[in-house]
């Protein structure tokens, strides 16, 4: 098997998270799996809602689009909403995946139903219309969020974390689900204690998104460029848009 | 009732084409209801795939900000694949409204299934997952292409009007369906004279948001700021987008 | 744009409750709308269950009959169960709206997911098979019903309107939703001041089918006549059927 | 077990097809089984679409009154449509099958998936909604329409009827599927020798009720008189339905 | 009508079972109805899960083929996960029935809506996966769990049985349904006295299956051998296996 | 990372067909992942409907067991109907993957909508079913047979592999799709060469499957022994079935 290069794209503008996810990201990697990570140089720390969702997604087009010149070989969006993730899937040449999309497919693999632990509430409607799009409405017993901002997580007083552990033996307790996906690329560094603690799957959707981009490679499979994903139609883009495509 | 004030945005950077839809949308506007039309001054010349509406997005969105800072009533989203619809809800104070969205809940209302005309095959991706989270997937009987690009509706040869016309007339033998939805903003001035040779409803977007900004302006209603559609949790956007929000 | 008559049938034969309903429509609706009200001469003083339903829809249709020779331009059917809108709309040449399917629209157009809170238990089952039908399942979060009859928001004592304020408080605490859709024709004055105590859309389906049909009046579109909705096939009616058609 | 005595409704007017239904209904029934037909004395001679199903269901639940009164242990709503029924449940005490649903779940009992051939393409809509509400809608491969009006099928002509086997034929050749559903009453008597010469199961509804009111009879099942089929709300109805409930 | 020869097969190897079961069956038969019960003699004591239903699932078949061989008219799996049910249809001539679907086709037929209620929490997930397959996860409101295992309803503690009753008046109170579906074979002689306290129909599949197969067999229908319930493919099985097709 | 052992299990009896899929496996295998592929020793030459899937599951449980007591890291069961998945997962400790999942989860990730090629036409009903069960029935566009049984394509004489390469060239034609699922282990082989000549992603299930496993292995995460997935409830088997537990 050849060596499998992936670009990490984090979508907000937090290098503290990038890093952490970059951790994350690599110690799931398989030896030949060389992963780096990028953010957007402008745009926002932190991605909560359908707002911060369509600023991210041009930050993420914008790094796609070098990955693309780098000849990577697959591309993460690591945010739990997929920001940009099929308008991204135009531009690459090579696979995408989005984090969300990478824990759902993963959780349905050891797990009949699971819930979902995000941050803040006003973020479910996305998760939402994910699992609705992905297909797995009727996997998803509950959707639960911490009701805490994304960056509460990397702000050191555990506080965040603690909530996050505290919703995953809640939905144990009451959600009748076999495995829980944790709704957040700053959650990655929970999952393998968690599900040590929980004795069931804690799933981080960054690792999972690194494997199944090793595991496209490994098949020679990437995003189809018959149909509705191929690259955009060309034409001439202005302003700060000039030459994205 | 009190005048009611519309920011119509035409989400491709086309003057023409914007101008074009605004006529279209004062035709149905009524008295006591002012329209005035914008475009994003940088971004994509038309609209065609997943890629141009990340783009689209945030023209939109720096439109609904200018108009809510101008007090305007209501936006309408004059794109098919309504781009940035939910981010802008969440900018927005006033009600906001996709034209796909609009034409859509008009057509279940004069019919009990319709079929979709659009543009580009690589767009009805876009029309089937609206219908999907519009909830009107089982109104839908088919989406018809014409398979050219959404400028040729302006290019003056009248052969996209042909085939828009063409493929309205097989919807109407071949669907079972009984009424039909134009699925892009350009197709605006071609409902009437449609909907009367086929003598059955052709149903344009722009003019249906227009009536349904006039109706929630006349209700009292507005997008609500409960919850998950409520303003952008502030934070410090950089770079290009600062101040966006 | 020419002025609209719109003819707005309680399916009742409460005549007080003819008359509120009344002046909630005329409240919202435009200069150049004529709205005047009638009801069942016979069949049920209110409207509590599928066999209510199934006498009102005779007493629609005898409105809408009379409507249609008078060439109103629009039929509003007020009851929350939308009973006999097909049918209506067989019959009808003008568009013809339930309140039900108003409500529920507008709902979703300001709003990611609605509760909505309705009479007795037993109706809930209607609003079931209504947002099943209009393809609203999703976006209904939760049913609530105050357990007292229609007629007790007539009675004077306030009770029925202390017990809708209260579900609707309860809605915007437990449901994690945008919008509160009101499931009674006898509720329509509630809304406006329900929407400001909680500062979230509560939505009455009276004023939005009014407003719907002048959107569709301005946009020139009927019910459309090719295919299922067609006028009814002609056929010889029998007793105090004959000539309904 | 005690005998069972079921009243079969034709919701149309029409005696020879009363008569026809009569005959088909016995054909099927279990010794200590007793059937009688009766028919509305007012309403429409057939019954293809909304409209004339808004006035069939008052007939249906005129006979289902009397039907209650004369204590019989089971009722037919004998048109594929289903006019009627859960209003119909209400107002009955004993069981209420219509012949549509009792078609459809017995197709689904026999086959993986079925077709259904109906008469007017217009009542296809009614047979959609009824295989949306019942939970067939995957148990469907298509619905097929002769396009001849229901009482073709009793002019001695035998066109109606060679239709039918010939849309038979082509749903066993195109379809993949394994059973066919007729759907009109007025097909009835095809059932068998269809069967026999296709060689797969084609369901006629009548025959499908009995044996369901049968079979809930033999279980001392009836009509859940909790929640939402209960007896009507008592109430004062006035003119032609005084003392329906 | 030709008498109707029914053989019960209950799917685990419990001869105490098997009996009881067969007492419930044989207390709905109709006259001319003869039904034997036969159970595997080689497998599992009791069906709790997705691994005992696969074992099971031979010892349907073996003895499918032995009742085809007899000349049966009908099988009924009775066990409510319906195990090895698409593969007993390939197999027979003769209709089959599944206990679970038959319950709930028959609670379909007289509420609105229905819990089940069922032995351990582990076999929820068959019971939702057969309301998706069957269509009926609208009709179901909620699933119950006692959480104490099958053959605990057979240790004459009459706990079990206490749980059951608790359950079901949890439902009735809570659930906002009109029916209950008894979720195992065990708790068939439960319905009769549960449906007369409860004062609605609680539904137990046994007696339902075999209403089912005589209404199949009055109508002269059986298993379709058109399309994908055709008997197997011949082929060589070996070992274990040999001769079973 | 800690190597991979992985149990590929051919659920039917045909040892060339094992190999040859094996072959497939291995050629997809990250460095490090060790592959060994076993099959019943009794059971059906090849899986054609749910009879022979039935049986198959058996030994896909026998060989499960052994594989788990030789402490495989994950096990793969490579035909297309996933016979036996769930019972597998309740005996497994470590993650158990089918073909047809991995193939379908695969195909959304690299296009929006894809088609199924398989077989006999009488399986499409397994597809059917599993498409439902795992939430892509909205991403799977259409179900393709080349009507020819399993085995023909070990033939040699070619005319399978004509056949699946015809409808591979159709689907890209007239689907309107991004990619297709191989619908049978038996075709594995073909993936690479027809993707290369549609110059579009062709999925085979097997490799998918490798490719999963070894990325739930590096996640380390299993199959969820929290819920309904936990291992068999412990019981006596009896007969050939005994200590299968």
Redesign the interface.
């Given at each position: 098997?050849t060596s499998c290069c992936i670009q990490l794209i984090n979508p907000n503008?937090s290098l503290s998270m990038t890093e952490r996810i970059l951790t994350a990201a690599r110690d799931?990697a398989?030896?030949?799996t060389d992963i780096f990570a990028v953010c957007p140089?402008?745009?926002?720390?932190?991605i909560?809602?359908?707002?911060?969702?369509?600023?991210a997604?041009?930050g993420v087009?914008q790094r796609i689009k070098e990955g693309r010149e780098q000849g990577v070989d697959g591309h993460v969006i690591a945010c739990f909403g997929d920001p940009?993730l099929?308008?991204a899937?135009?531009?690459a040449s090579a696979?995408v995946?989005g984090i969300a999309?990478a824990a759902m497919?993963?959780a349905?693999?050891?797990?009949?139903?699971f819930t979902v632990v995000t941050t803040?509430?006003?973020?479910?409607?996305i998760a939402?219309?994910l699992l609705?799009?992905?297909?797995?409405?009727?996997?998803c017993a509950r959707l639960r969020a911490i009701d805490l901002?994304v960056l509460s997580l990397e702000d050191g007083s555990g506080l965040a974390r603690r909530k996050v552990r505290e919703q995953c033996l809640n939905a144990?307790r009451e959600d009748?689900?076999?495995?829980i996906v944790l709704g957040c690329a700053g959650m990655a560094d929970l999952a393998?204690e968690l599900?040590a603690e929980?004795?069931?799957?804690v799933?981080?959707g960054v690792?999972?998104a690194v494997?199944?981009i090793?595991?496209?490679h490994?098949?020679?499979?990437?995003?189809?460029?018959?149909?509705?994903?191929?690259f955009?139609?060309q034409?001439?883009?202005?302003?700060?848009?000039?030459g994205?495509?």
């Open positions: 098997m503008t799931v398989a030896p030949g140089e402008e745009g926002a720390p932190s909560e809602g359908h707002f911060d969702e369509a600023i997604a041009i087009l940009g099929l308008a899937r135009e531009l696979p995946i999309e497919h993963m349905t693999l050891v797990a009949t139903r803040l509430p006003r973020t479910l409607i939402r219309h609705q799009q992905y297909g797995f409405e009727r996997h901002p144990k009748g689900v076999g495995a393998l599900s929980l004795e069931m799957p799933i981080d690792s999972a494997k199944l090793e595991s496209l490994g098949m020679k499979l990437s995003t189809s460029k018959q149909g509705d994903l191929d955009p139609v034409k001439e883009l202005s302003g700060y848009f000039k994205l495509n």
